[in-house]
T-cell receptor
Framework: DGGITQSPKYLFRKEGQNVTLSCEQNLNHDAMYWYRQDPGQGLRLIYYSQIVNDFQKGDIAEGYSVSREKKESFPLTVTSAQKNPTAFYLC????????????FGPGTRLTVL | AQSVTQPDIHITVSEGASLELRCNYSYGATPYLFWYVQSPGQGLQLLLKYFSGDTLVQGIKGFEAEFKRSQSSFNLRKPSVHWSDAAEYFCAVARGATGTASKLTFGTGTRLQVTL
């Protein structure tokens, strides 16, 4: 089955630790995205990548970092600089450039204790 | 700047009743509009999208939406709601320059509760 996988589904970390969230897709999509979801705020774009080895900041990139070494993978690192990291994180992908439908993974809920 | 407004935070309808969820957008160029649905703790599923052409678009699960440029609206409708439709619904508008990956601006969502 083609789709987007995110792991783990639940993640707990202590304050001050970096943590990396996984996102993998087998849809052969060029573009990948990371969103953060908080109650009552909808989804906000953290980073996106149009192609391997290229990525751009979204609206709320501070405290996050990404890499895109492979077409199918777009991991997100939540660093200790992120002031309020507890949230639901969603990864998405789309075929490529221009307006296109984004398809979403199941999400990872990160709780920082 | 682009924005999407979903004025209803929470809506409750009875099973079998009709449903309309409101969405208003602000975008200078031709809008590309989407409706997604999210069950608790899950990812988002695309219900329907409008890129061009017929302003009444059909989606999955019996949903439809109508694009009204004069009102900057893209309201979602369903003639008869089922209990399984209880979820959160998000309207979004695509933004981005030609030749670049598009980005979505989301509304804050409307939570639908269905009573039996």
């Amino acid at each position: 089955d083609g789709g987007i996988t995110q792991s783990p589904k639940y993640l707990f970390r202590k304050e001050g630790q970096n943590v990396t969230l996984s996102c993998e897709q087998n849809l052969n999509h060029d573009a990948m995205y990371w969103y953060r979801q908080d109650p009552g705020q909808g989804l906000r774009l953290i980073y996106y990548s149009q192609i391997v080895n290229d990525f751009q900041k979204g609206d709320i990139a501070e405290g996050y970092s990404v890499s895109r070494e492979k077409k199918e993978s777009f991991p997100l690192t939540v660093t200790s600089a992120q002031k309020n990291p507890t949230a639901f994180y969603l990864c998405a992908s789309a075929r490529g450039r221009g307006v296109d439908t984004q398809y979403f993974g199941p999400g990872t809920r990160l709780t920082v204790l | 700047a682009q924005s999407v407004t979903q004025p209803d935070i929470h809506i409750t309808v009875s099973e079998g009743a009709s449903l309309e969820l409101r969405c208003n957008y602000s975008y200078g160029a031709t809008p590309y509009l989407f409706w997604y649905v999210q069950s608790p703790g899950q990812g988002l599923q695309l219900l329907l999208k409008y890129f061009s052409g017929d302003t009444l678009v059909q989606g999955i699960k019996g949903f439809e939406a109508e694009f009204k440029r004069s009102q900057s609206s893209f309201n979602l409708r369903k003639p008869s709601v089922h209990w399984s439709d209880a979820a959160e619904y998000f309207c979004a508008v695509a933004r981005g320059a030609t030749g670049t990956a598009s980005k979505l601006t989301f509304g804050t969502g409307t939570r639908l509760q269905v009573t039996l």
